[in-house]
Nanobody, 124 residues
């Protein structure tokens, strides 16, 4: 069992930055590829970025060049640095852990553990 706790959300103006953190419980963090997803009101949950168990990062086209995912396997934490934020980035952001599927997967069902979510609001 892995528990994920996100932090770092908030309200920011368009063009600003935020860094989200997600810390995992347990001693098997490095076994999991980690992903960030987001869900805006009335919309499906969508893939944002993922990081492989030891290497490799993958991004949705909508955030490429603006967002950076990274992980620290010593601290059991995955980060999402979000720059040049836009109002359309407003959503609840979730981190998730993927034990067996390829790290590049964008399919929510491939992720077995999820955090509770953190709200990101970008004002225009």
């Amino acid at each position: 069992q892995v528990q994920l706790v996100e932090s770092g959300g908030g309200l920011v103006q368009a063009g600003g930055s935020l860094r989200l953190s997600c810390t995992a419980s347990g001693r098997t963090f490095s076994y999991y590829a980690m992903g960030w997803f987001r869900q805006a009101p009335g919309k499906e949950r969508e893939f944002v970025a993922s990081a492989g168990r030891t290497s490799g990062t993958y991004y949705a086209e909508s955030v490429k060049g603006r967002f950076t995912i990274s992980r620290d396997n010593v601290k059991n934490t995955v980060y999402l640095q979000m720059n040049s934020l836009k109002p359309e980035d407003t959503a609840v952001y979730y981190c998730a852990a993927n034990r067996y599927a390829a790290a590049r997967t964008q399919v929510p069902d491939d992720y077995v553990y999820w955090g509770q979510g953190t709200q990101v609001t970008v004002s225009s």
